[in-house]
């Protein structure tokens, strides 16, 4: 085959009934990304459709109660793609346009990265459909703790393993870890990841998702033979994710010359002051305000760069914006950030992108040592983890490179054929059951 099998649409899928078959959203997406990959999957083939269902949907109410007394009621979710690999795992989201079409995709794309790098899981997401920059930290942590309780029954250490995600941070993953044990009656590290140092969290784990996309973005640069220093980065989304990865461009000697939050975007052609942007940001919440000039989204999808970095988030490169990116590649931290449109557009261009399965799969990786660590009660330096998560994500991609130049496939689709291959044949040899 010369290039990516053609798409299937989304509506020729059985849909589940409680989506809405016309519009599915990021789920659609995901079902487009896994018919390209169909082909490539052999006799497995046959067992495809097990990837196109979530294992488990929760939908939970999280009522509490305001500090101005009233009642307010939050739409929440957990949903378990697949555990044939082993327990459920992802990130908690808490943002006030998440749906269960967005957490069903990103559970699935959880499934396909944790089996890209070979960690022992499955795929699991979670949200809450809120603003919590509209909250108060009293009502956070009732709204974190009432979710933690309604979805007690599927999560747990063996079971599904929460983590951090968009506006949830340690201090969630506490209170989480706190409302589990309680209601199991003994404590849990071991029931979500990213936690505190001081409760069992990992060394590296908050940079580790930065670190990855960093450790992607030069092992495709040196592919294609570009050089890290002096190379123009772009970044949109300047939090966990894009402010790490912004910094270790930086400290590498690339020139950070655009970044964009929810706010406002900035450039500066010599290059950003990294350190004082994340020092600004961490007094203000935001970039705006910082000393550089101001550009709109239009020019800052236009910047031209070496690198661009997707890391907020999902569907952001679209039909309308991938024709004037004007990039040599895209590495993508954010999840979904490219629309299947976009990604036939680049690829005709001839821009690589570095798809999230394996670019933003840092975090997980060591949300997998702080698991291994807190079973074991004994915690390893951040050197170690740092050595490790270099490894893992070097090996990962050089396999996904090697399986894109052989069947002259994107490295997406090379990502999902290695991944739904590991899946597929755990499942297989699982057998079905009863
Ligand atoms: P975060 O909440 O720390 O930061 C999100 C950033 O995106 C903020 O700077 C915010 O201002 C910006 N943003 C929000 N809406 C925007 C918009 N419309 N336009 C431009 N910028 C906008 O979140 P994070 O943890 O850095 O996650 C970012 C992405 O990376 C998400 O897609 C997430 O799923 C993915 N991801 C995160 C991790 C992790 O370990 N945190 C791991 C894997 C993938």
């Known amino acids: 085959m010369s290039s990516d099998s053609p798409i299937i649409t989304a509506s020729a899928h059985a849909v589940p009934s ?11 997406i995901y079902l487009q990304q896994v018919d390209r990959v169909t082909p490539y999957l052999g006799s497995l083939a046959r067992w495809v459709e097990t990837l196109k269902r979530p294992k488990r949907a929760l939908v939970v ?20 793609h697949n555990t044939s690999r082993g327990p459920g795992k992802g990130g908690v989201r808490f943002h006030q346009d998440v749906t269960l079409s967005e957490v069903m995709a990103l559970s699935a794309w959880m499934s396909v990265k944790n089996a890209a790098v070979n960690v022992p899981y499955g795929g699991a997401k979670g949200g809450i459909r809120v603003d919590p920059r509209k909250l108060s930290r009293a009502e956070l942590e009732r709204v974190t703790r009432r979710y933690t309780s309604e979805i007690n029954i599927i999560i747990g250490p063996n079971k599904d393993i929460p983590a951090p995600d968009v506006n949830t941070n340690e201090q969630v993953m506490a209170w989480m870890m706190d409302t589990y044990s309680m209601n199991e009656g003994s404590t849990s590290t071991g029931v979500v990841t990213g936690k505190p140092i001081s409760l069992g969290g990992s060394l590296g784990r908050r940079e580790a998702t930065g670190r990855g996309v960093f450790v992607v973005g030069a092992e495709a640069a040196r592919n294609l033979g570009m050089e890290i220093k002096g190379a123009r980065i772009v970044v949109q989304g300047f939090g966990n994710v894009g402010s790490v990865a912004a910094k270790l461009f930086h400290e590498a000697g690339a020139k950070v010359i655009a970044v964009q939050d929810h706010k406002t975007a900035l450039f500066d052609p010599a290059g950003l002051d990294v350190p004082a942007l994340i020092e600004h940001v961490t ?59 976009a990604d036939d557009i680049l690829r005709e261009r001839n821009i690589l992108v570095a798809p999230d399965v394996i670019a933003n799969a840092g975090g ?29 994500m070097q090996e990962a991609f050089r396999a996904i490179w090697q399986v894109s130049q052989e069947n002259k496939v994107t490295l997406r689709t090379a990502a999902f054929i290695i991944a739904c ?12 059951y009863p």
């Open 421 to 432: 291959t590991r899946i597929l044949q755990a499942r297989e040899m699982r057998g079905l």
């Open 283 to 341: 007094h203000n919440g935001t970039i705006d305000g910082f000393r550089a000039e101001t550009i709109n989204a239009e020019q800052f999808w236009q910047t031209e760069c070496e690198i661009l970095i997707p890391a907020a988030l999902e569907g952001q490169i679209t039909a309308a914006n991938a024709p004037h990116i004007k990039a040599r590649m895209v590495i993508e931290g954010a999840n979904g950030p490219t629309t299947p449109e």
């Open 61 to 80: 109410d999280v009522p509490i109660e305001m500090d101005d007394g009233t009642i307010a009621h939050f739409e929440g979710y957990r949903v378990q």
């Open 18 to 28: 409680y989506l809405n078959a016309d519009n599915l959203g990021p789920w659609g």
């Open 364 to 392: 997980v990786t060591v949300s997998y040592f702080e698991w291994v660590q807190d079973f074991s009660s004994f915690f390893w330096t951040e050197e170690e983890i740092n050595q490790r998560l270099v490894r893992i």
